[in-house]
């Protein structure tokens, strides 16, 4: 049987495999790659977990895409994983997604209808510059901020209520 091939089918034509609770072992064989050994059998290797909604659904629905980039399983809800299991996959996310975290805001500027916030994060110091304010901060769940600075660049603020108040006064205005 040729890897990612379920009952002969490959490819999306296969039936969605959803995956819960202790029903397989993640494996993980790079920084951003898994292989799957469910305990009924099946192997699927070298599948990539990707969030299918990035912005808002962190540990649910994680898909798993083969080389080919098709969907082979989909992870239902982290949480319903043994722990282990969910920190393989945690780590591969992690890596993919790499978002420095904005721990301090120190300044803030606006010039030639650029925006620039000066900050500190948990990759050091950085100035996000952002040409469309409305565009490029969001509010999710009512306290995380996500930043998409002009170079395409990503950033968050995972809990705006554990900012100083410094850099609270700073983000309020765009919020």
Known sequence: ME?????????PERDRIYIEGDEAHFERTD?????????????????????LFPMTGETRYITL????????????????LPERERETVSACLDEYYHIPRIERITGRSE???VTRFFCETDRGPCTIEL????????????IRVLFHDNDDNRYEIPDIRRLDRKSRALLDDYL
Do not use: M, W
């Open 131 to 142: 040409r469309n304010i409305v565009h490029q901060i969001k509010l999710t769940y009512g």
């Open 3 to 11: 890897e990612n091939e379920i009952n002969g089918i490959t490819g």
């Open 31 to 51: 920084i951003t790659s898994v292989d799957v050994h469910f305990f009924d059998g099946r192997v699927l290797c070298g599948l990539e977990p990707r969030r």
């Open 111 to 113: 010039k030639f209808g």
């Open 65 to 80: 895409l083969d080389e080919n980039g098709d969907e082979a399983a989909i992870i239902r809800n982290l949480a319903s």
